[in-house]
């Protein structure tokens, strides 16, 4: 098999993937439906069929599918920045950043909105950019970055920033059900407005990041290299922690910290169709989109009373980032 | 939620309760054969047992609630606000109760109630019956000179008893006692075991679920727990009150500061000492 009908079975394969799990979602809830309902409520106009259906499973499965592929993304761009395969939003501190931002906004009861966007997301954006450029300084003093500084930073600056969240969580009344979903993520109360507030900036960073994808390529070369090669190094790379950063702190406002899949993702995809950064920005979009789909159902089925679905990831992504650890010593 | 609550032209024919204690004031209110769904909690008066469960009092379930659809969902503090604000979003008209410090707003809660489901009469009817025994619980206890120590206890993992914040305080008080723990700024505090010794009450409520629950956390008291120099605990005067009875601001409440008031002060009721 040659590489590019590897590539079409790839793409193929992820799409059909996708579909059966929009498909999946819908039908799988805590109130018992069948296919045959949904026939009958695509035939036949539903009040109840209508709000469980589309403004609840669809509503839901949609921003599951949006957040898996902005966090994927945003893990692809990262590690094509630090040019370093453990790179991911949680990782290097953006996620939990960012869900400082946003709990801080809330607390402070700070709830305009800016330019059509919640000042929840604008925060998050603020916290995310602001710990993943502290953390790009500390660890890139006297010029080079060294991998295992950037990733105990990025950890400690998450930790940090996760424990400020925390108190400010338990400082309000309502601390503990809030502090389940800014810290391990969910979905359970998924709604199209939050699909509405995600999906435009999801799909202008995609665009960007393909756009300058052959400036990725070049930057894996080394600074140098590619300046020489023509690319304006410091513009670019600015655009990218940008793009990355908003990536992870719109994910973070709807959906609380969901770590782990911004790492696993494009390394998959990496393996699967090779490191050409066009390629990879798309296939880790699809495939981040669909990894969390999956993700949600097992959260909502496999017990009773729904699991946080940062829980899931973990447990898929935490093994493989020792792996990955483990491999490169 | 901040808004206003805007009353129903006709009486709510679906309702759904996320809480025990409105669970409890539907049913006095006669409105069991209405409730379509309410809490894995609700499991009282008996009726309530049969009704269908939208999960718990934290974890209510968005898309059971949506499935039963109801005409009116009553929601209470204690459910997460966020959860509220989504059943909201689905078009569901959602009225949120909140707890009150004292035994006072139990009334006024009863009313409300009444007013939303159109029930006013007999909720005004509830309301004046359990302010009538309050009422008749403070007269018996005018003119009350020593207030005997009291300690609450919470049975089950370490020394939970309720703070200066909780209701039951109120109905210490009410009863014609004083909450060792009343300082506390909390409803529901840690005590410390050295501190109980110290205050000696002379009278320890437990509560719990069960007789048999009781029957152990009396003995816990007086054996593994040391508390053997207490005065509560010397002279037997460790009583039980019914744990979902008083953790419930409902009109079971009432009741529990009636079984109080008799247990504390029986001379205040006619009986011998």
Redesign the interface.
Known sequence: MNAKTGRTLFWTALVALALAGLFLSVLT???KTTAGDLLEFLRRYD??QA??FV???LARAVLAFLVGAALSLSGAILQGYFRNPMADPFVVGVSSGAALGAVASLSLGIGATVLGFPAQGLTAFAAGLGIVSLVYLLSSRRGDLRVETLLLTGIAAGALASSLTSFLLFMRS?S???AV?WLLGSF??A?WAQVGAVAPWFLLALVVALWLARDMNLLALGDEAARALGCPVATVRKVFLGAASLLAALSVSVSGIIGFVGLVVPHWVRILIGPEHRRLFFGASLAGGTFLLYCDLLARTLLP??LPIGVITAAVGAPFFLYLLHRKR | MGRPFVLPAKAPERIVSLAPNVTEILFALGLGDRIVGATRFCDHPDGARAVPRVGGLVDPNVEIVRSLDPDLVIGFRGNPLRVLERIGKLGLSVFVLDIGESLEALPPLIERIGAVTRTEERAARLASSLRERIGAVGAAMAGIGARPRVFVLLYGQGLWTCGGESYLDDLISRAGAENVAAHLPKKWALYKREQIVKDDPRVIFVLSKSEADFAAGRDWLARGGRFGSVEAVRTGRVHRLDEDAASRFGPRLVDVLERMARLLHPERFGEGP
Request: charged share 35%.
């Open positions: 809830g805590p109130v009040r109840v709000a469980i403004d609840l499973r309502d503990f059900d809030q979903f359970q109360l709604e009373s729904e």
